[in-house]
């Protein structure tokens, strides 16, 4: 009988140790868990704020993509303005080269009185400002 008494002191002894193997890793499960829990807390926390952002930026980009537009057509407005003038110097040009070769001036701008009186242009800086 002794023999059976030791070993069943033994294995309450091993059994004991195991509950309070258990209940320590219960503690560490429960500790964890805590944590868990807490970092996807923070996780939800963060998507949440990322997807507000995502829909601020989307509305940004829908604005912009509107103000690009309406300078794109201000662009091709000025574009073609500028085509044109550029067309008109060209013809011009090519005017005052067939001129030159025919050994004519064009006069484009003259400096005279025209009729003025010979002080019109002295001024003070006040009338200048004015206008004339």
């Known amino acids: 009988k002794c023999g059976v008494e030791e070993l ?5 002894t091993r059994l004991d140790n195991v509950e309070g193997t ?3 890793l219960d503690e560490k499960l429960d500790e964890h868990k ?4 807490t970092r996807m807390a ?3 926390g963060k998507l949440d704020t990322l997807q507000v952002q995502h829909h601020d930026l989307t509305g940004t980009i829908a604005t912009l993509d509107g103000k690009l537009d309406e300078h794109k057509e201000d662009v091709m407005t000025r574009m073609d303005t500028l ?3 550029m067309d008109d110097l060209k ?3 090519e005017q005052v080269i067939a001129n030159n070769k ?5 006069t484009i ?3 005279g009185q025209f009729g003025n009186p010979t002080n019109f242009f002295a001024r003070s800086k006040d009338e200048y400002k004015i206008g004339f």
């Open 91 to 93: 013809q011009l040009l």
């Open 22 to 24: 258990i209940a320590t």
């Open 8 to 12: 069943k002191e033994d294995v309450l």
């Open 109 to 111: 701008q003259r400096r």
């Open 34 to 37: 805590e944590d868990v829990l």
């Open 102 to 106: 025919a050994q004519q001036w064009i």
């Open 83 to 85: 085509e044109e003038k």
């Open 42 to 44: 923070n996780v939800e």
